[in-house]
Structure formats: C-alpha cells, structure tokens
C-alpha cells in the first residue's frame, strides 16, 4: 500500500532552524515535492526531489533517501512570515500525488 | 498570484441547492485537477483532466460533476450536497499529466453545507 506520514504540528522561535520531516511508503516512486500553505490561502510550491540528497534554495533546502523512504524540509533563519502549513506529497507510478496532512509551523519571536 | 483563478472565494449552500464552481487558469498549462481539503486531513484529489479528457475520478460520488469545456477552464457542478461535503475545493494546473512538473494551486473556494 501507499502511505505517507509527516509531524502535525511545529513550534519554532525566529532566526533558528527547524526540520521537518515525512516519511512515505510506495512501490513507484516519481519524485518528492515539499508545498507551503498559508491560513486561507493556496498551496504553493516549494521544492521537488527525485534523486537522493539535498537540494537547497535560499533559506530553504530539501533532502531525500528513497531507500529510507524520507525526506525533510530545512528553513533556517526563520522568520515570523514563514508561519505556515507545510505539505509534503510524493508522486507514485501513475503520477498521482499522494499528499501528507500537513505540519502546522508556528514560529515565536 | 499563481495564474489560477477560483471563483466563488466562498459558498454557502443548502442541501438542495444546485451551484457550481468555476476555476480559470492563464499559464497555458494542459492539465487540471479538483482537490478537496477537509481540516487537518490529507488533500483529497477529486478529479483529473489532461487535454481536456477526464482521466481520473477518484471514486467521488455523482453528487460532484466536474466540466471541462477547454484546457484553461474547469468546473464543478454541485448538486444535493451533504453536510460533511463542507470543506475548502482546491483546484490546480500543471504543464502535463504525466510529467514531473509542479501543480499551481488557486486560492480555493470555502464551501458550506447546511
């Protein structure tokens, strides 16, 4: 079967460093994408893995080990605008997304 | 602003009514997708369209009926809906179905059943 599990919830202070981590079991894999959500708006896109390893994109960098079936978000110097659901979705054989729930990052000053 | 359009932004409705959504996308993009997020829940992907010909309907009941007249434009007619319908419908495009490409979300519509 298909799952894929991620932390509900995240609190974190401002200018420090938080990981997020999903985890996902699937017999065809297409690839790993990481999505930020804020309250009420839309999803939007982050970051996409295929290959083992990180990829980094500013303050935000993304990692992936297929034959752990994992992957993490890194943010550094977070900043109270980065508040937000963060979702993490891997795409099977059929090019399905199946998505996690969504961490919840609360960032305190 | 990601190039996808949702309208209405919200929808009250009784289980009667008939309504429907409508959501526009300006990236040129061949694909569409309806996803439904319930509070704290998984996006649920609803339906599929690639070049216009649905190709997945994700055991959603009759109740919901997706249109596509073109590839920049799609709908979900409503009909009969229950309360536990209520939730926020996302809809979204990518270059191509089948392809690693990036899914752009609009801003959804906040519907409510009564």
């Known amino acids: 079967g298909q799952n894929i599990d991620q932390p509900t919830e995240m609190t974190a202070t401002e200018g420090a460093i938080v990981q997020i981590n999903c985890t996902y079991q699937t017999s065809g894999f297409n690839g790993l994408f990481w999505y930020q959500q804020h309250a009420g708006e839309a999803p939007t896109f982050l970051s996409y893995?295929?290959l083992d390893g990180l990829e980094e994109k500013g303050r935000f960098s993304s990692f992936l080990s297929r034959s752990k079936g994992y992957s993490y978000l890194l943010l550094k110097e977070l900043q109270m605008k980065d508040s937000a659901s963060y979702l993490c979705a891997f795409m099977d054989s059929n090019y399905q997304l199946i998505w996690g729930a969504g961490t919840k990052l609360i960032i305190k000053p | 602003e990601t190039g996808v359009t949702q309208t209405p932004r919200h929808l009250v409705m009784g289980m009667t009514n008939k309504k429907s959504l409508k959501c526009e996308q300006h990236?040129?993009?061949?694909?569409m997708y309806w996803y439904k997020q319930s509070a704290k829940k998984p996006l649920e992907l609803m339906f599929v369209y690639n070049f216009k010909e649905q190709t997945e309907n994700n055991s959603v009941p009759s109740r919901f009926s997706p249109e596509c007249p073109n590839s920049s434009h799609l709908f979900l007619h409503l009909h009969t809906l229950q309360p536990e319908d209520s939730a926020l419908y996302l809809c979204?495009?990518?270059?191509?179905?089948?392809?690693?490409?990036?899914?752009?979300f609009g801003p959804g519509t906040r519907l409510t059943v009564l």
């Open positions: 990236l040129g993009h061949n694909a």
């Open positions: 979204a495009s990518s270059q191509e179905r089948e392809a690693y490409n990036e899914q752009f």
């Open positions: 893995n295929v």
